[in-house]
């Protein structure tokens, strides 16, 4: 029988304590007495509110680093982390953020994903010209419900990301400010919230991110940028008007990934086995199944993995809670077969995806590197 992995794998708390329930919680406590969204986190009521997310900062990572990070590491003293949502990825989670759904809602289902009805993958970041925003992630965002509630809704982030497909499916309804510095970031962040009475406003970083998966999360670099990440947030603090809320979270955790934790899918005839399309990244497979092949690549991804991963059948990952409640329209979208890496295990594909295996730090799966982010909170004076 193939041995399970030591830990159980963190299902997300949804409708609790995931991204979903912070954003929505933020843009409830915004308009208080309304029934949806739902402020299940209990967050006190204000007129605005400034949401910083610091893409790639885990919960383990700024807990590990408090000499790098002392204003944010004070601030975590006093709250508990939230789940990110499954996979734990850049694209599902600013999903989540933009909608206040789980992904088995919003159906922004992973990094590389199946579109139904062809033989082909969307890359959530890269997108595909093809592919409408619009009828891909059909929800309202909440930045929509501000607006229509009469909130200002603003979206601050680097200039390049305007009219992105992701960019469209997670975050229209935002008047977008472009800000290419940390600097910048700050500056517009602030200047949105002073020029509006009531207003809900998002502001994106994600160079640490990009620090991680170059050099890792143990590297001097990514120490360094966490360092710059810290004064982001103190001067945010310092320049948003008194009786702002701030809030700070990220969109995933990271973990490094060494060369013996890695098994490429390229090398492994037997995983290719059966497989008509390899989808999502490293730490959280989606596997698309030839007609009839799924009980074959079930057994064998879970024989050769072994405790190296949770591997389920589309059905059993959904009945487990890992997506949160699934609309049926999305589950195609779904891997017939999904594999959530634990420890520091990660399944490349050298030849297919030759980028993302050369990456050093890595994200996706249901281990708490991965899934537990920050839920930090601050009432500027």
Request: glycine share 10%; net charge negative; charged share 20%.
């Amino acid at each position: 029988m193939t041995p399970e992995p030591k830990h159980p794998p963190i299902v997300p708390s949804y409708g609790t304590a995931t991204l979903a329930d912070l954003s929505a919680s933020i843009l409830a406590s915004l308009e208080p007495g309304t029934p949806e969204p739902v402020n299940v986190l209990g967050l006190a009521p204000a007129a605005r509110a400034c949401l910083l997310i610091v893409d790639g900062l885990g919960w383990e990572l700024l807990r590990d680093h408090p000499a790098a990070a002392p204003f944010l590491s004070e601030l975590a003293r006093n709250s508990r982390p939230i789940t990110a949502g499954f996979p734990a990825t850049t694209v599902t989670s600013l999903a989540s953020i933009g909608t206040g759904k789980p992904p088995g809602q919003h159906g922004m289902l992973g990094y590389q994903v199946l579109i139904p009805g062809e033989e082909r993958l969307l890359n959530g970041l890269r997108w595909d010209a093809r592919v409408d925003p619009l009828e891909w992630q059909p929800l309202p965002t909440l930045y929509e419900r501000a607006a229509a509630a009469g909130i200002a809704a603003v979206h601050v982030a680097r200039g390049s990301f305007r009219g992105t497909g992701l960019t469209n499916a997670t975050v229209r309804g935002a008047q977008l400010r472009p800000a290419d510095s940390m600097g910048a970031l700050a500056a517009q962040a602030a200047a949105a919230l002073a020029e509006n009475g009531r207003a809900f406003v998002t502001v994106y970083h994600g160079d640490l991110d990009n620090t991680g998966h170059v050099f890792g999360v143990a590297s001097d670099a990514w120490y360094y940028q966490l360092a710059h990440v810290d004064k982001l947030a103190e001067h945010l603090a310092h320049a948003l008007p008194s009786g702002t809320a701030l809030y700070v979270t990220a969109d995933h955790g990271m973990v490094d990934v060494g060369p013996e934790d890695r098994l490429d899918v390229d090398a492994t005839p037997d995983l290719r086995a059966g497989l008509a399309l390899l989808g999502g990244e490293p730490r959280a497979r989606h596997l698309y199944v030839r007609p009839g092949a799924v009980g074959d690549v079930l057994t064998t991804w879970r024989e050769v993995l072994g405790d190296r991963a949770w591997v389920l059948a589309r059905d059993e990952a959904i009945k487990e809670g890992w997506f949160g409640p699934v609309d049926p329209r999305m589950a195609d979208r779904i891997g017939d077969v999904v594999a959530a890496a634990a420890g520091s295990f990660a399944v490349v594909a050298a030849t297919h995806e030759p980028g993302e295996s050369r990456l050093f730090g890595m994200h996706g799966s249901l281990t708490a590197s991965d899934q537990l982010v920050p839920a930090l909170a601050l009432t500027v004076s």
